[in-house]
């Protein structure tokens, strides 16, 4: 069965109390009954020692006691609760009190004797006799016995001290049950209630409601995030169901081109329209290829997102090798009137895939190379700067337009002015481009203005014996 964070939290909250007022009751009433019980004794200690003053004062060796000394002896002992016995040097007994208000037994002089201390123990409690010498001048001349039941240490102004001690405690218990419980259900409601708005608001996601947000107001950090995370959350799949829409639609564009183009030629064939030639099957040919390359780029862009991508890492001369490529492309280049300029820094070692690199900078200046205009130019630069390799690769050619910047890295992208014979293209280079360098820890950006061509910017970290250059 499952319980409810405010249940939980009141129950927990409740329990701490509960729990803090047992240990504090329990320790405080054995505290308070050890120091009480030592005050009373030494109550009881003062009554013992004035008795034994008050016999030395009215004891006279030669007439003993008298009677008026009797009577004030028998008058503070029944004050007191307790029995006060004089004994001579020979153990005779002289006087004896007897035992005043308790069980209404008053057992006086020969009645007691000298075995007060043989009397049973009830409701009193035990009975206690303590002697004390009674001294005369510098002689001993008898034994004061001063007898009391526990009972008797009991007067009631303690009992009463008790009993209002005790009464506070169970108010005071009261009182903070239900304060920890107006306490428990206010706290509760403050960190259930936005758990349960937020828990509603993912369940709405759930359901495909993306366009609902977290609206919880918390001052309590953790809850705050939370909030944050889902609307993060719930903004981050709205975003990706936008883009699968528009992935989906971009790939049904791409593939029923070819097979467009492809049906129209199979018909005018079959119709007689056209009669089979050379032309025509490479026509064919060149829109089979074109969904080749596309279901190939499809293909590695999965193994790319999918972490099934092989890096085959290795240290060489970054300067060498983009030299190379450059080199490789000076004939497209020299054929189209087109200029490719390079300015390379020298000896910048990387550790990279050289295959992926080669990749990289093949799809970056290609790129650039089919939106050239009359006599355009590219500009390949490599610098070392802050521990990083700086590839910059600029053209003078059409230039993207503000609003399709921030897109040109997405999948099947392509701005409308690029939809045509002339660049062609599957909208998934600058994808995979993007995923190979940041897969070698780098990144890549752009600059671009319509009309004034673009430049692409890769940041690669260099090897260690790089990082003083």
Same mark, same amino acid.
């Given at each position: 069965?499952?319980?409810?964070?405010?249940?939980?939290?009141?129950?927990?909250?409740?329990?701490?109390?509960?729990?803090?007022?047992?240990?504090?009751?329990?320790?405080?009433?054995? !505290?308070?009954?050890?120091?009480?019980?030592?005050?009373?004794?030494?109550?009881?200690?003062?009554?013992?020692?004035?008795?034994?003053?008050?016999?030395?004062?009215?004891?006279?060796?030669?007439?003993?006691?008298?009677?008026?000394?009797?009577?004030?002896?028998?008058?503070?002992?029944?004050?007191?609760?307790?029995?006060?016995?004089?004994?001579?040097?020979?153990?005779?007994?002289?006087?004896?009190?007897?035992?005043?208000?308790?069980?209404? !037994?008053?057992?006086?002089?020969? !009645?007691?004797?000298?075995?007060?201390?043989?009397?049973?123990?009830?409701?009193?409690?035990?009975?206690?006799?303590?002697?004390?010498?009674?001294?005369?001048?510098?002689?001993?001349?008898?034994?004061?016995?001063?007898?009391?039941?526990?009972?008797?240490? !009991?007067?009631?102004?303690?009992?009463?001290?008790?009993?209002?001690?005790?009464?506070?405690?169970?108010?005071?218990?009261?009182?903070?049950?239900?304060?920890?419980?107006?306490?428990?259900?206010?706290?509760?409601?403050?960190?259930?209630?936005?758990?349960?708005?937020?828990?509603?608001?993912?369940?709405?996601?759930?359901?495909?409601?993306?366009?609902?947000?977290?609206?919880?107001?918390?001052?309590?950090?953790?809850?705050?995030?939370?909030?944050?995370?889902?609307?993060?959350?719930?903004?981050?799949?709205?975003?990706?169901?936008?883009?699968?829409?528009?992935?989906?639609?971009?790939?049904?564009?791409?593939?029923?081109?070819?097979?467009?183009?492809?049906?129209?030629?199979?018909?005018?064939?079959?119709?007689?329209?056209?009669?089979?030639?050379?032309?025509?099957?490479?026509?064919?040919?060149?829109?089979?290829?074109?969904?080749?390359?596309?279901?190939?780029?499809?293909?590695?862009?999965?193994?790319?997102?999918?972490?099934?991508?092989?890096?085959?890492?290795?240290?060489?001369?970054?300067?060498?090798?983009?030299?190379?490529?450059?080199?490789?492309?000076?004939?497209?280049?020299?054929?189209?009137?087109?200029?490719?300029?390079?300015?390379?820094?020298?000896?910048?070692?990387?550790?990279?895939?050289?295959?992926?690199?080669?990749?990289?900078?093949?799809?970056?200046?290609? /790129?650039?190379?089919?939106?050239?205009?009359?006599?355009?130019?590219?500009?390949?630069?490599?610098?070392?700067?802050?521990?990083?390799?700086?590839?910059?690769?600029?053209?003078?050619?059409?230039?993207?337009?503000?609003?399709?910047?921030?897109?040109?890295?997405?999948?099947?992208?392509?701005?409308?002015?690029?939809?045509?014979?002339?660049?062609?293209?599957?909208?998934?280079?600058?994808?995979?481009?993007?995923?190979?360098?940041?897969?070698?820890?780098?990144?890549?950006?752009?600059?671009?203005?319509?009309?004034?061509?673009?430049?692409?910017?890769?940041?690669?970290?260099?090897?260690?014996?790089?990082?003083? /250059?």
């Amino acid at each position: 069965m499952k319980v409810t964070l405010k249940k939980k939290l009141s129950f927990g909250f409740l329990a701490a109390v509960l729990g803090s007022l047992i240990i504090a009751g329990f320790i405080s009433n054995v !505290m308070i009954n050890k120091l009480f019980s030592t005050y009373l004794k030494g109550e009881n200690n003062s009554k013992i020692d004035k008795a034994v003053t008050m016999v030395s004062e009215l004891y006279d060796e030669n007439n003993k006691l008298s009677d008026s000394a009797k009577q004030q002896l028998q008058r503070y002992s029944q004050m007191e609760n307790m029995c006060i016995e004089i004994l001579d040097s020979d153990g005779g007994q002289i006087y004896t009190s007897g035992i005043p208000n308790h069980n209404g !037994m008053k057992n006086m002089g020969a !009645m007691m004797g000298h075995g007060m201390h043989s009397l049973m123990t009830g409701n009193n409690g035990d009975y206690t006799e303590e002697k004390h010498d009674l001294i005369k001048g510098s002689k001993k001349a008898g034994t004061i016995v001063c007898g009391y039941f526990s009972s008797s240490l !009991m007067t009631s102004g303690a009992v009463t001290f008790i009993m209002t001690l005790n009464k506070s405690f169970v108010i005071s218990a009261i009182i903070a049950l239900i304060f920890g419980l107006l306490l428990s259900i206010m706290i509760s409601n403050q960190l259930s209630k936005p758990l349960v708005e937020i828990t509603h608001t993912a369940n709405e996601m759930r359901n495909g409601n993306l366009q609902l947000r977290s609206d919880v107001n918390s001052s309590t950090k953790e809850i705050h995030d939370l909030s944050l995370s889902i609307n993060y959350l719930a903004e981050t799949l709205n975003h990706q169901e936008i883009y699968r829409k528009r992935m989906t639609s971009d790939m049904a564009h791409e593939i029923r081109t070819p097979l467009t183009v492809l049906k129209t030629h199979v018909e005018a064939l079959i119709d007689g329209i056209w009669e089979p030639s050379t032309e025509i099957f490479e026509s064919f040919y060149e829109e089979i290829e074109r969904l080749n390359k596309l279901v190939d780029n499809l293909r590695d862009l999965s193994k790319l997102e999918e972490s099934k991508l092989n890096l085959i890492k290795s240290k060489f001369n970054l300067s060498d090798e983009i030299n190379k490529i450059i080199l490789n492309f000076k004939p497209l280049f020299d054929k189209s009137n087109f200029n490719l300029v390079c300015k390379i820094d020298d000896n910048i070692n990387v550790i990279m895939d050289k295959d992926k690199l080669n990749q990289i900078m093949q799809n970056i200046i290609f /790129n650039a190379y089919k939106y050239l205009n009359t006599n355009g130019t590219v500009l390949v630069s490599l610098k070392s700067k802050h521990e990083n390799a700086i590839i910059k690769v600029s053209d003078t050619g059409a230039g993207i337009s503000e609003e399709d910047l921030p897109h040109i890295f997405e999948r099947f992208y392509r701005s409308d002015s690029s939809r045509d014979t002339h660049t062609g293209g599957s909208g998934l280079g600058l994808t995979i481009t993007k995923t190979l360098v940041e897969a070698h820890s780098g990144s890549i950006s752009v600059n671009s203005k319509l009309g004034h061509g673009s430049e692409f910017t890769i940041v690669i970290p260099v090897v260690a014996a790089n990082k003083n /250059n």
